[in-house]
């Protein structure tokens, strides 16, 4: 796999595979698998489940993709999408050249693999170059990986590499070919000759830097090819419409989401609390509220409003809002200019005086435990002496 497809899918998926799985596929399959992972995703997004791809590997000539789907016990509607897609996606790889992603057959041997008439012509080639220059190989990849820290961005291996003497242009794209893919090896976590393996931290964090295209660019390419766009801005129109027209619903929704978490002391899943509120909109509406609760609970701005009236612990605000303090919690308020009900201050005082139970001043600020809430009494009761 090149480098740059292997983290082109890693940038869509993220969030299902973790850097340790390597991609073991070769570069002619990259888009079947991005799709299929991306639709995978998809599928375990839509039931409110998260899933880990596993493995995703070529075996004698078929496309394997593993998930923990089944380990942790995922609906069967889920598990099931989930074959159907690795289903599909292995189909299709079935006549996809895995080295160079044209029509491909499956060729019957030792090593069974899919590969289209030229690649295979190719193949004796590539492998003579992979056994004869596994050091300079290796050297290769040493000093892509030094490069390209030293620069804190990756650069693309084929400017960093020089051709090695003797070898035909032929020669040096398979030798290419195979740094990109000890690379992305080595990115997951296999080893490489000479190779600092401390050093794979930083190397993880880099990505090419690409380049955003200008809004002329876009424009001419809306007027060469308006397909592509059609669909997208038809999408973004409607969630526009909604996300505006019905902003009071959205905002009625977040407050009695948060105040159902205030219920049942407990974080429930938007997902679900979203189907719930919008059984009468289709499929790709209510997809579109729910993402738009979500946005709004994650702006704070609901959750500080239910948190102000007493009406959830400071526990479950932080939760909600993911902050790691009370003290988060009044930045929210102070960034998005809204009132300030009670203080910390007003807590301790109304503590110190017996207005408050106690218990209630560690609940309303989510301080779990009682010496830290003695600590947070003094501090506040000496400052204001
Ligand atoms: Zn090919």
Not at 196 to 224: N, P, Y
């Amino acid at each position: 796999m090149r480098l740059e497809h292997d983290l082109a899918i890693r940038r869509a998926v993220g969030s299902i595979l973790s850097d340790d799985s390597a991609l073991g596929v070769g570069t002619g399959w990259h888009r079947i698998v991005g799709r299929a992972l991306s639709e995978i995703r998809e599928a375990a997004d839509e039931a409110g489940v998260h899933i880990a791809i596993t493995h995703v590997e070529s075996r004698r000539g078929s496309l394997v993709i593993r998930t923990d789907a089944l380990a942790r016990r995922v609906p069967t509607a889920v598990a099931d999408a989930i074959s159907e897609v690795w289903l599909h996606a292995s189909d299709r790889a079935g006549m996809t050249c895995e080295q160079c992603g044209a029509l491909g057959f499956l060729i019957n041997g030792d090593e069974p693999r899919v590969r289209c008439a030229r690649c295979e012509s190719e193949q004796a080639a590539r492998d003579a170059v992979r056994q004869g220059f596994r050091e300079q190989i290796a050297e290769a990849c040493r000093y892509c990986i030094g490069v390209c820290l030293e620069h804190g961005r990756l650069l693309p291996v084929e400017n960093v590499v020089i051709q090695v003497a003797p070898m035909d242009e032929t020669g040096h794209r398979f030798f290419l070919d195979e740094v990109h893919e000890r690379l992305c090896w080595w990115r997951a976590g296999s080893w490489i000759e000479g190779v600092d393996e401390a050093l794979r931290t930083r190397f993880r964090k880099m990505d090419f830097h690409r380049v955003q295209a200008t809004a002329e660019e876009w424009s001419i390419a809306r007027v060469l090819f308006p397909e592509d766009f059609r669909e997208a801005d038809a999408r973004n129109a409607l969630i526009e419409d909604q996300r505006t027209r019905r902003a009071g619903e959205i905002r009625s929704a977040a407050l009695a989401y948060v105040r159902a978490c205030a219920r049942e002391r407990r974080v429930l899943g938007l997902e679900d609390f979203g189907q719930r509120r919008w059984p009468r909109d289709g499929a790709v509406k209510r997809k579109i509220m729910i993402d738009a609760l979500h946005d709004d609970i994650a702006s704070g701005v609901p959750v500080m409003d239910v948190w102000q009236r007493f009406e959830v612990s400071g526990t479950i605000a932080r939760r909600l809002v993911g902050a790691s303090s009370y003290g988060n919690l009044y930045r929210i308020l102070r960034d998005n200019e809204m009132p300030v009900a009670f203080r910390p201050g007003d807590i301790a005082r109304w503590v110190h005086d017996g207005k408050l139970r106690r218990e209630e001043g560690m609940d309303i600020l989510g301080i779990e435990s009682g010496p830290a809430f003695d600590a947070f009494l003094a501090a506040w009761l000496a400052g204001e002496q």
